[in-house]
C-alpha cells in the first residue's frame, strides 16, 4: 500500500490558496476518476483506491498544515506503511510558478507541513508544486501562501494537471526515477 498525502488547509475560506495546490491535485484525481473524498479518518479526508495494481490510500489532512505529520502518522501506523511509501503533494516557494519538480528526501525549506512530517524520516517522495516567491520583499511569507491562486495559475495547473497525475501514478508504481528523469524541468 501506498500514501498519495495532498498537503492544505480546511474550510472554504483556503479552497484556493497557494499553500492548498497538494488538496487541488488529489480532488482533481478523484473527479477524473468519477470518485470524491466521501469518508473521514485519521483526521483527514480519504479516498481509498487503486492505481495500477497498488493500494493508495489519498489523504486530505484535516488538522491544518502545521499539524500534518500528525494525520499520516496515524494513517502509515495503522496501516503499517514505511515512509519510504508515502507521496507527499505540496507547494514550494523554491521552484517557479507553474511548474512542479519530484524528489526524495530532503529538509522542510521553512515549510511547516513538510516540517511536521520529517519527525518520521525525510524518505517520502514529493511533488513539489511550484508558487514563487512573494512578488515584492515586503510581503510576508505567510501572507503569499495563504492567498489565492491567481486566475492564469489556476488556468495553467487546470491543463498540467493530466502530466502532474501521470508523475504520481509513476512513482507509486515503482517507477520514482523515471517520473523524476521525465517530469524534472526547469522554467
Do not use: C
Amino acid at each position: 500500500m501506498k500514501i498519495l498525502v495532498g498537503l492544505g488547509n480546511p474550510g472554504r475560506e483556503h479552497l484556493l490558496n497557494r499553500h492548498n495546490l497538494g488538496f487541488l491535485v488529489l480532488d482533481a484525481w478523484a473527479a477524473k476518476h468519477g470518485e470524491s473524498f466521501r469518508k473521514k479518518e485519521f483526521r483527514a479526508e480519504i479516498l481509498r483506491t487503486k492505481m495500477g495494481a497498488e493500494d493508495v490510500l489519498l489523504l486530505k489532512p484535516q488538522t491544518y498544515m502545521n499539524h500534518s505529520g500528525e494525520s499520516i502518522h496515524e494513517a502509515m501506523s495503522f496501516h503499517k506503511v514505511a515512509i519510504e511509501d508515502v507521496i507527499v503533494v505540496h507547494d514550494e516557494l523554491d521552484i517557479p510558478p507553474q511548474s512542479f519538480r519530484l524528489k526524495r528526501g530532503g529538509g522542510h525549506g521553512g515549510h511547516n507541513g513538510l516540517r511536521s512530517i520529517l519527525p518520521m524520516g525525510d524518505a517520502f517522495f514529493r511533488v513539489r508544486m511550484g508558487i514563487g516567491r512573494p512578488p515584492h520583499p515586503g510581503m510576508e511569507v505567510a501572507d503569499f501562501v495563504l492567498g489565492n491562486l491567481t486566475k492564469d495559475d489556476l488556468d495553467f495547473w487546470q491543463k498540467e494537471m493530466d502530466r502532474v497525475h501521470e508523475a504520481i501514478e509513476l512513482a507509486i508504481s515503482g517507477k520514482p526515477e523515471i517520473a523524476m528523469n521525465q517530469f524534472n524541468r526547469k522554467g
